[in-house]
Protein backbone atom coordinates (compact mmCIF):
# COMPACT_ATOMS: atom_id res chain seq x y z
CA UNK A 1 0.00 0.00 0.00
CA UNK A 2 3.11 2.31 0.63
CA UNK A 3 4.08 1.54 -2.36
CA UNK A 4 1.07 2.15 -4.49
CA UNK A 5 0.60 5.32 -2.75
CA UNK A 6 4.06 6.67 -3.59
CA UNK A 7 5.33 7.48 -0.04
CA UNK A 8 8.93 7.11 1.16
CA UNK A 9 9.14 4.60 4.29
CA UNK A 10 11.74 2.92 6.18
CA UNK A 11 11.24 -0.26 6.56
CA UNK A 12 11.57 -2.36 10.09
CA UNK A 13 12.16 -6.85 10.11
CA UNK A 14 11.12 -8.64 12.92
CA UNK A 15 12.55 -11.76 13.65
CA UNK A 16 9.97 -14.36 13.78
CA UNK A 17 8.58 -14.83 17.42
CA UNK A 18 9.69 -11.55 18.69
CA UNK A 19 7.46 -9.66 17.06
CA UNK A 20 5.48 -9.22 20.64
CA UNK A 21 8.64 -7.82 21.82
CA UNK A 22 9.84 -5.63 19.21
CA UNK A 23 6.32 -4.08 18.99
CA UNK A 24 5.96 -3.42 22.32
CA UNK A 25 9.43 -1.63 22.37
CA UNK A 26 8.44 0.52 19.65
CA UNK A 27 5.73 1.53 21.61
CA UNK A 28 2.44 -0.56 19.97
CA UNK A 29 0.12 -1.54 22.30
CA UNK A 30 -0.74 -4.49 19.97
CA UNK A 31 1.84 -7.74 19.31
CA UNK A 32 0.81 -8.21 15.52
CA UNK A 33 2.51 -7.11 12.22
CA UNK A 34 1.87 -5.03 10.18
CA UNK A 35 2.49 -1.92 12.36
CA UNK A 36 3.14 1.63 10.92
CA UNK A 37 4.11 5.00 12.20
CA UNK A 38 3.35 7.90 10.66
CA UNK A 39 2.63 11.33 11.08
CA UNK A 40 3.39 10.43 15.09
CA UNK A 41 0.77 8.00 15.12
CA UNK A 42 1.23 4.27 15.60
CA UNK A 43 -1.54 2.39 13.59
CA UNK A 44 -1.49 -1.42 13.33
CA UNK A 45 -3.59 -3.45 11.39
CA UNK A 46 -3.68 -3.53 7.12
CA UNK A 47 -7.40 -2.93 7.61
CA UNK A 48 -6.63 0.18 9.90
CA UNK A 49 -3.45 1.09 8.07
CA UNK A 50 -5.50 1.35 4.38
CA UNK A 51 -7.31 3.65 6.05
CA UNK A 52 -5.47 5.95 7.25
CA UNK A 53 -2.97 6.18 4.05
CA UNK A 54 -6.14 6.64 1.94
CA UNK A 55 -7.17 9.81 4.69
CA UNK A 56 -3.47 11.04 4.00
CA UNK A 57 -2.97 10.27 -0.02
CA UNK A 58 -6.73 9.57 -1.70
CA UNK A 59 -4.92 8.64 -5.06
CA UNK A 60 -4.17 6.27 -6.28
CA UNK A 61 -7.50 4.58 -4.44
CA UNK A 62 -7.83 2.20 -2.14
CA UNK A 63 -11.77 1.75 -2.25
CA UNK A 64 -13.83 2.82 -5.32
CA UNK A 65 -16.13 5.97 -4.59
CA UNK A 66 -19.39 3.99 -5.06
CA UNK A 67 -21.24 3.21 -2.08
CA UNK A 68 -22.23 -0.57 -2.99
CA UNK A 69 -18.72 -1.45 -4.96
CA UNK A 70 -17.09 -0.27 -2.17
CA UNK A 71 -19.23 -2.07 0.63
CA UNK A 72 -18.44 -5.41 -1.46
CA UNK A 73 -14.36 -4.58 -1.40
CA UNK A 74 -14.78 -3.66 2.46
CA UNK A 75 -16.81 -7.00 3.11
CA UNK A 76 -14.04 -8.83 0.63
CA UNK A 77 -11.69 -7.21 2.99
CA UNK A 78 -12.55 -8.01 6.20
CA UNK A 79 -12.89 -11.75 5.09
CA UNK A 80 -9.42 -11.61 3.84
CA UNK A 81 -8.43 -10.00 7.64
CA UNK A 82 -10.77 -11.95 9.96
CA UNK A 83 -10.65 -14.96 8.22
CA UNK A 84 -8.55 -16.03 5.11
CA UNK A 85 -5.43 -14.77 6.65
CA UNK A 86 -6.17 -16.81 9.61
CA UNK A 87 -5.40 -20.25 7.38
CA UNK A 88 -1.67 -19.89 6.50
CA UNK A 89 -1.10 -18.51 9.84
CA UNK A 90 -2.32 -21.43 11.77
CA UNK A 91 -1.29 -24.36 9.44
CA UNK A 92 2.47 -22.94 9.74
CA UNK A 93 2.33 -22.31 12.93
CA UNK A 94 1.11 -26.00 13.79
CA UNK A 95 4.31 -26.94 11.61
CA UNK A 96 6.40 -25.06 13.71
CA UNK A 97 5.49 -26.80 16.49
CA UNK A 98 5.90 -30.45 15.33
CA UNK A 99 8.85 -29.76 12.48
CA UNK A 100 12.25 -28.76 14.10
CA UNK A 101 13.92 -28.79 10.64
CA UNK A 102 10.80 -26.17 9.37
CA UNK A 103 11.89 -24.18 12.57
CA UNK A 104 15.68 -23.90 11.35
CA UNK A 105 14.40 -23.22 7.60
CA UNK A 106 12.99 -20.36 9.06
CA UNK A 107 15.74 -19.21 11.22
CA UNK A 108 18.06 -19.30 8.27
CA UNK A 109 15.69 -17.49 5.76
CA UNK A 110 15.01 -14.59 8.96
CA UNK A 111 18.99 -14.14 9.25
CA UNK A 112 18.76 -15.68 13.03
CA UNK A 113 21.68 -15.96 14.89
CA UNK A 114 22.55 -20.24 15.49
CA UNK A 115 19.02 -20.75 13.32
CA UNK A 116 19.96 -24.79 13.78
CA UNK A 117 20.41 -24.25 17.40
CA UNK A 118 17.53 -21.73 17.85
CA UNK A 119 15.74 -23.92 16.44
CA UNK A 120 16.46 -26.85 18.98
CA UNK A 121 15.64 -24.62 21.77
CA UNK A 122 12.58 -22.61 20.76
CA UNK A 123 9.84 -25.44 20.73
CA UNK A 124 8.28 -23.55 23.78
CA UNK A 125 8.17 -20.35 21.95
CA UNK A 126 6.96 -22.05 18.64
CA UNK A 127 3.70 -23.43 21.02
CA UNK A 128 3.44 -19.83 22.67
CA UNK A 129 2.36 -18.49 19.33
CA UNK A 130 0.81 -21.94 18.19
CA UNK A 131 -1.73 -21.09 21.21
CA UNK A 132 -2.06 -17.27 19.96
CA UNK A 133 -3.28 -18.47 16.60
CA UNK A 134 -5.75 -21.24 18.02
CA UNK A 135 -3.34 -23.43 15.86
CA UNK A 136 -4.14 -27.12 16.46
CA UNK A 137 -4.40 -30.75 14.44
CA UNK A 138 -8.26 -29.93 14.63
CA UNK A 139 -8.07 -26.48 13.14
CA UNK A 140 -5.48 -27.18 10.36
CA UNK A 141 -7.54 -30.43 9.10
CA UNK A 142 -10.72 -27.83 9.33
CA UNK A 143 -8.62 -25.08 7.20
CA UNK A 144 -7.12 -27.96 4.83
CA UNK A 145 -10.68 -29.35 4.31
CA UNK A 146 -12.25 -25.73 3.85
CA UNK A 147 -9.26 -24.52 1.44
CA UNK A 148 -11.69 -25.51 -1.60
CA UNK A 149 -14.54 -23.31 -0.74
CA UNK A 150 -11.93 -20.58 0.16
CA UNK A 151 -9.89 -20.45 -3.14
CA UNK A 152 -13.32 -20.95 -5.25
CA UNK A 153 -14.44 -17.68 -3.15
CA UNK A 154 -11.11 -15.71 -4.07
CA UNK A 155 -11.89 -16.57 -7.88
CA UNK A 156 -15.35 -15.16 -7.48
CA UNK A 157 -14.25 -12.08 -6.09
CA UNK A 158 -11.72 -11.65 -8.94
CA UNK A 159 -13.99 -12.64 -11.23
CA UNK A 160 -16.98 -10.31 -10.77
CA UNK A 161 -14.29 -7.54 -10.22
CA UNK A 162 -14.24 -7.19 -6.37
CA UNK A 163 -10.85 -7.77 -5.93
CA UNK A 164 -9.04 -5.71 -9.12
CA UNK A 165 -5.60 -5.56 -9.78
CA UNK A 166 -4.79 -2.55 -11.98
CA UNK A 167 -4.82 -0.77 -9.64
CA UNK A 168 -5.43 -2.91 -6.60
CA UNK A 169 -7.64 -2.05 -4.23
CA UNK A 170 -7.60 -2.82 -0.47
CA UNK A 171 -9.02 -6.22 -0.67
CA UNK A 172 -6.91 -6.95 -3.89
CA UNK A 173 -3.78 -6.58 -1.53
CA UNK A 174 -5.49 -8.56 1.82
CA UNK A 175 -6.45 -11.56 0.38
CA UNK A 176 -4.12 -12.10 -2.51
CA UNK A 177 -1.18 -11.84 -0.22
CA UNK A 178 -2.90 -14.52 2.08
CA UNK A 179 -3.26 -16.82 -1.04
CA UNK A 180 0.51 -15.97 -2.11
CA UNK A 181 1.56 -17.75 0.97
CA UNK A 182 -0.58 -20.36 0.52
CA UNK A 183 1.01 -20.69 -2.80
CA UNK A 184 3.86 -20.68 -1.39
CA UNK A 185 4.19 -24.08 0.41
CA UNK A 186 5.36 -26.53 -1.22
CA UNK A 187 2.63 -29.09 0.36
CA UNK A 188 -0.01 -26.60 -1.32
CA UNK A 189 1.31 -25.67 -4.12
CA UNK A 190 -0.07 -27.95 -6.87
CA UNK A 191 -3.47 -27.32 -5.61
CA UNK A 192 -3.77 -23.74 -4.71
CA UNK A 193 -1.45 -22.48 -8.03
CA UNK A 194 -4.22 -23.46 -10.33
CA UNK A 195 -6.25 -21.03 -9.26
CA UNK A 196 -6.79 -17.90 -11.07
CA UNK A 197 -7.10 -15.80 -7.64
CA UNK A 198 -3.15 -17.71 -7.08
CA UNK A 199 -1.74 -16.60 -10.34
CA UNK A 200 -3.47 -12.88 -9.97
CA UNK A 201 -1.16 -12.99 -6.93
CA UNK A 202 1.90 -14.17 -7.89
CA UNK A 203 1.41 -11.54 -10.49
CA UNK A 204 1.04 -8.59 -7.75
CA UNK A 205 4.13 -10.06 -5.49
CA UNK A 206 6.15 -11.95 -7.58
CA UNK A 207 9.51 -11.87 -5.33
CA UNK A 208 7.56 -11.76 -1.92
CA UNK A 209 8.33 -15.40 -0.85
CA UNK A 210 10.36 -18.01 -0.80
CA UNK A 211 8.71 -21.56 -0.83
CA UNK A 212 8.22 -23.23 2.28
CA UNK A 213 9.50 -26.56 2.53
CA UNK A 214 7.13 -29.60 2.78
CA UNK A 215 5.79 -30.45 6.15
CA UNK A 216 2.30 -31.29 6.37
CA UNK A 217 1.50 -35.59 6.83
CA UNK A 218 0.44 -36.73 3.48
CA UNK A 219 -3.13 -37.73 4.71
CA UNK A 220 -3.94 -34.44 6.14
CA UNK A 221 -3.54 -33.68 2.54
CA UNK A 222 -6.20 -36.21 1.48
CA UNK A 223 -9.40 -32.97 1.99
CA UNK A 224 -7.67 -31.23 -0.88
CA UNK A 225 -5.33 -33.75 -3.49
CA UNK A 226 -8.93 -35.21 -4.78
CA UNK A 227 -10.57 -31.87 -5.43
CA UNK A 228 -9.96 -29.78 -8.78
CA UNK A 229 -10.66 -26.37 -9.07
CA UNK A 230 -13.74 -24.83 -9.86
CA UNK A 231 -13.65 -22.92 -13.39
Known sequence: MLDLKGLEYELAEVLPGMQRVHLRLAGFRGGTVPALKLDGRRIQGSREIARALEELRPEPALFPSDPAQRERVEEAERWGDEELQSVPRRIMRWGLVRDVDLRRWLGERSN?????VAARLSGLNARYYAWLADADEAAVRRDLAELPTSMNRADALLADGTLTTSPPNAATLQVLSTIRSLDAMADLHEYVGSHPSAAAAREL??????????????EMLAAISSTSPTR
Do not use: N
Not at 205 to 218: I, K, N, Y
Open 205 to 218: FPDALEPVPSFLPH
Open 112 to 116: APAPA
